[in-house]
């Protein structure tokens, strides 16, 4: 593997772990629509351990506004109730004995807007650490040539695959942005 494409490959790496935290960060942002994403990685402590949600039940979405949860074990019902409720995601919770549904109450129209303004910082946050990871990616292909490591076809070449996956991360986070905000409308 030559200096250019090990300098491109570390960046393709780095917007790939940016664009991931960014769409796991809007999953666990509530919207108007049910996900299961919303409460499956709350922790409980039972049996003398840490568990999610999901390693203690399995989740479903009962259209229009509920998440169910079908515990496995009836002895986690109260402590996941209680940690959903701790959790202030705006659910109210109820069970049968067997199961929890967690309702979403509708989002208000001010809500809404915080949230709105939220993602968009988000999205900023994560085009900033793009354009950061450009710039030294950029500037290790510069120092390549510098060197005399690689040659010029070779940086420009680099800067060119550097600067499609920089456009690519931001294209994914401007549809993920978009995608969230139309949850959020809805």
């Known amino acids: 593997m030559t200096i250019t494409e090990e300098i491109v490959k ?3 790496s780095a917007l790939a772990g940016i664009t991931g935290k960014i769409k796991q960060d809007f ?16 922790r409980i402590s ?7 949600i999901r390693e203690l039940g399995s989740l479903s979405v009962l259209p229009p506004r509920t998440i169910q949860i ?4 009836s002895a986690a ?22 199961n929890i549904r967690c309702t979403l109450s509708p989002l208000g129209d001010e809500r809404r807007d915080e ?21 030294d990616a950029m500037r290790r292909l510069k120092d390549a040539k510098g060197t005399s490591a690689i040659t010029e076809d070779d ?3 680099g800067r060119e695959k550097a600067q499609k996956s920089t456009d690519k991360a931001n294209t994914e986070i401007e549809t993920l942005l978009k995608g969230k905000i139309a949850e959020l409308g809805e």
């Open 115 to 135: 949230l709105g303004k939220l993602v968009g910082k988000m999205a900023e946050a994560a085009r900033i650490q793009v354009r950061a990871r450009r710039e």
């Open 155 to 157: 940086e420009f070449k």
């Open 46 to 52: 039972m049996y003398d351990q840490m568990l999610s």
């Open 77 to 98: 019902i109260a402590p996941i109730m209680k940690a959903i409720e701790g959790s202030h995601l705006g659910l109210s919770t109820s069970n049968d004995g067997q």
């Open 27 to 42: 999953a666990q942002i509530r919207g108007n629509k049910p996900s299961p994403d919303m409460v499956q990685d709350i």
């Open 10 to 12: 570390d960046l393709e």
């Open 70 to 73: 079908s515990v496995w074990d």
